[in-house]
């Protein structure tokens, strides 16, 4: 007996080149899709519908794909929340984390923002090692979906899910949340250590206890650790060691090699949420008693512009914590 | 006054059958079900003394092998019924007219079943005035009109085995419908309070099986009866807080049938379960707050024993004693709120806050519809998903701790306790740990000057806490002084547990059973006001 697939309706807010590719994504998979950007003019489409009636999309579908940068999210959440209710499932791609706004500030993820600002509970958010251009060619990618609630995996999968694009879930959302952002900043410092001449030993070995740095910060914010030792965190970082043109690689690269951090900035043609985010994550680490000699070389070294030379020797000479 | 358990005798008979169909329509696999339950009953019973119950577990245990499908079904059926039947309650208007009408002093009998040996039930009712010690507060026109056109599931905090009466004559005094409530089986043994928690609407809640089926029965008959819109009650802490801090983990196991209740309820083909209204179901967390708590001593006993790993169900406590009771009882009479409950502002099944209406409104304090975060995301409709609600029952969970912490009461005993431990802290030496500060009974004696500077300042922050609306002070702890305050706490603390807790000498005021200042300070430790190293286990 065939059943006739109800087809999937997406909405992506965001006409960025990260939007566009998740929206090929979802259309390529048979999905309804409408894309929300503000500047309909200024998207490359890739034949896809495009409004600039955020209405719009929101009425167009009960899951909503938001990727936008990290600093818009907070003003497009609070327009989306005036818009929907509690059956709508809002699935981020940002990668970056947010201050809270209070006093203190603290280090928020997004969901954390959409669930202030929004009325539903049904928040997820993608990771994981996939790249942009190889998404919008539909070249067989691997994603990582992550929500505490099993029906917006459910949705996803149904919407994203196809031959070229294999799914892989957790309930650990704010692992995967802290564990892209924190990728983006150790992405910056890996192109850095390329960019001094780093030997590739020596770089394997930066990258494996800058992931356990990461998994230790991750957890104080509350995540599971393991969840950088998979896809979210160290498969994450391979792709972003692998992909030259990566721009927090080639920021660090750049730097490394005496260029300005503007000009790497000017040069990346976009924001590189890492620059910021980088200090923030040494404080947040420092204020909850985690070692991360890492984080904290980077955040106070690299864009500090302190001579790379100096950088490597205080990570050689800094003292043996935990095992190998 | 208008509630479904006024009706609740009539409905009685066809409740139990439905929860046992539903029980029975909904178990996916009988076999394994009644192989669970043979399994942890005969594990239980061969450690007691009940030997039928036991070979009644064993004939079963050999029976269920040869069974066939139809005659699993009939043999779960049976079981089913017979826990229905052991867990359904009973409402008896009489009984609660007669509590109502005396209802000032109708909380002292239960204190204090003695009373009731000696002398008749009214001479009694009509002498003591108890439930006027009971000072509750918070949105009550608010609660009282949602329970008009809903059904609540209040969520209190869990101190002492007097919760429920004080509750239940706290929902008295403030014009609230009563409600049922799931009480422990061994809370059933006294006589007097059994008589009142069976006519008052409690069911029996037998912690001590563990099988899958019974949890399905519990939960079944708790669900249904908030289908049918009877107001409910539930401790979500799970068990009495033993440490006397604010609960900061809760098991919202039963309770989170509220939710159950009002997605099933709203399903487009409604299941079994023929009696069910389609009403919002609001949640109602409240604290529960004493000057002095019933059972203190074996609580904080318990908390100290080995973090987690000691824990048991405690069957014979101060709550068995009948001489504590009194005398706890006359001490509560002597003090102005020595007991306060306090409800916070009512929420729907999602931790949405709501207004008179019962309408729900999401942080930015925009209106939204409480049925649509159980329609699917795929179809829009209403469907039923427990790892769904499961979540959103956590959250719901969060919503209501941050509940707790505000509508917290500190009263004379927290803050003196508070302080004086804090003055203990600073005698020890730096190297104690939570161990070694409790060993220290009758060591420290704190000079009279720093005592009340320490309550002095601990009171200003409280005043602080306050203005910020993360806690209440009892009226009792805002406009005294940091001497009347500490005469307050000692007047309380000294006469009713077992020995002394502080004592004015003419050096200053020893601290005489640090076990029991911390008890009583823990209350404070999740505003961090108090030391926080005595809460955890």
Known sequence: ?324 | MKAPIFQFNEQREELVQSVVDRVVAEARDPMLLLNDAAYHEIRRLESSHDRDELGRWRRIARSIGGLDASGAVELLRETVSYHARDVAGNFDRRVYTLASRVAPAGLSVLLSPHVVLERSILEVLQGEGLADRIWTSGPIERIRRLAEIGTLVYVPTHLSNLDSPVFAYALLSSRLPPVTYGAGKNLFTNPVLSFFMRNLGAYRVDRRLKHELYKQVLKTYSCMLIERGFHSLFFPGGTRSRSGGVERKLKLGLAGTGLEAFVRTRLPKRPVGAGAVSRQVFFVPATINYMLTLEAETLIDDHLKEAGKARYIIEDDESTRIGRITSLARKLMQMEGSCAVRFSDPVDCFGNVVDDEGRSYDRRGRRVDASTFVESIADGEVVMDAARDVQYTRELGDVVIDAYLRDTIAMPTHVVATAAFARLRAHARSSDDLFALVRRRDEVVVPYRELIAEIQSTQARLLELEKAEKIVLAPAVRGATAEELLRDAERALNGYHTSPVLRSRDSGVALLDPKVLLYYQNRLAAHGLAWAGGTSR
């Open chain 1, 1 to 324: 007996m065939s059943q006739e697939h109800t087809k999937s309706k997406v909405a992506v807010i965001g006409g960025g080149a990260w939007g566009i590719a998740l929206g090929t994504a979802a259309q390529n998979t048979g999905s309804d899709v409408l894309v929300y950007s503000r500047r309909p003019g200024h998207v490359d489409a890739h034949g896809l519908r495009v409004t600039s009636s955020i209405a719009d999309a929101t009425a167009h579908a009960r899951l909503l794909v938001l990727a936008v940068p990290s600093e818009h999210v907070r003003g497009i959440a609070r327009e989306i929340g005036g818009l929907i209710d509690g059956r709508h499932a809002i699935v981020h791609g940002v990668r970056g984390l947010v201050g809270d706004g209070s006093e203190s500030d603290e280090l928020v993820p997004i969901s954390a923002v959409l669930r202030e600002e929004t009325p539903t509970r049904r928040i997820g958010a993608l990771g994981g090692p996939v790249l942009t251009h190889e998404l919008a060619a539909g070249a067989p990618s691997i994603i990582v979906v992550a929500s505490r609630y099993p029906d917006v995996i459910h949705v996803v999968r149904d919407a994203f899910g196809a031959p070229s694009l294999r799914i892989y879930a957790t309930d650990d959302l704010t692992g995967l949340e802290w564990a892209s952002a924190l990728t983006g900043i150790l992405a910056v410092a890996v192109g850095f250590a390329r960019g001094v001449g780093l030997g590739a030993g020596l770089v394997s070995a930066f990258v494996t206890r800058a992931v356990h740095e990461a998994a230790r910060i991750g957890h104080a914010a509350g995540a599971e650790e393991r969840t950088f030792f998979g896809l979210s965190g160290f498969g994450d970082l391979l792709a972003a060691i692998a992909e030259e043109s990566r721009p927090e690689v080639r920021l660090g690269e750049s730097v490394a090699r005496g260029g300005s951090v503007d000009d790497a900035i000017a040069g990346a043609g976009q924001r590189i949420e890492a620059i910021e985010l980088a200090p923030r994550v040494a404080a947040f680490a420092k204020k909850h008693h985690v070692s991360a000699p890492i984080f904290t070389t980077i955040a106070h070294g690299i864009f500090a512009r302190r001579p790379a030379a100096e950088l490597v020797q205080d990570l050689m000479l800094g003292p043996i914590t935990g095992p190998a």
